[in-house]
């Protein structure tokens, strides 16, 4: 047998096995936004592109929706993300579920400690939040990247250790130019490092949210 090939009678039996768990055909997955829910749902093995220029707020949106999966179906999550360390992710994850407003204040003003002591307080009531939740978001910062594959290696290496089903990485252009050795494969490079995110997603059957910015968006 050639590992990964089906004949169609064996892939229909797949087909059948999976639809004798559903109540209907309904896509497993649902945003909390009807308006995305009337255009597409998600299921496992999916691979979910987040496009647009630079600060529009993808890594907000892409984080909201990894809040919600995790919330709302109980199934841990995994933000890597190469611009931002845990802590500032953990700042923009507290300002997203609170409502806090991270605005800049001047250095040592009135308006300036009182967003400090908001904030510690945001802190306290996303703790809160999460405690009472049957899944976790975690937060990564990968050091030392050289090549995809330490990205990759880190995501394979998650999966195992705390059984997460929903990734997402940001951004798919930061890291090929990041590990990029020739500047002239660069289209080579960044189709290379697309495909390995969605073997990720397909082996192990997890849903992949991927950043994406492109140099020339149009």
Request: net charge negative.
């Amino acid at each position: 047998d050639v590992t990964g090939v089906a004949s169609s009678g064996d892939a229909l039996q797949q087909l059948e096995d999976e639809l004798a768990g559903k109540v209907d055909l309904a896509p497993k997955y649902l945003s909390q936004w009807p308006s995305l829910n009337a255009l597409v749902g998600f299921e496992d093995g999916d691979v979910i592109d987040i496009l647009a220029p630079e600060k529009v707020g993808k890594t907000t949106l892409g984080m909201n929706l990894m809040d919600h999966m995790c919330s709302a179906y109980g199934e841990d999550g995994l933000i890597v993300c190469l611009e931002m360390t845990q802590a500032p992710l953990a700042k923009k994850w507290v300002a997203m579920l609170t409502g806090f407003e991270d605005t800049i204040t001047k250095p040592g003003s009135p308006e300036s400690k009182a967003k400090l002591e908001e904030l510690k307080a945001a802190c306290v009531v996303a703790r809160e939040v999460q405690k009472n939740r049957g899944a976790d978001l975690y937060f990564a910062y990968p050091l030392l990247v050289k090549t995809p594959e330490d990205v990759f290696k880190l995501i394979r290496d998650c999966i195992r250790r705390y059984g997460v089903k929903w990734v997402m990485f940001d951004n798919i252009q930061r890291l090929c130019d990041d590990t990029l050795e020739n500047k002239g494969h660069r289209t080579v490079h960044l189709s290379q490092i697309s495909k390995g995110f969605t073997k990720l997603a397909k082996d192990f059957n997890i849903k992949m949210i991927r950043i994406l910015q492109p140099r020339q968006i149009e």
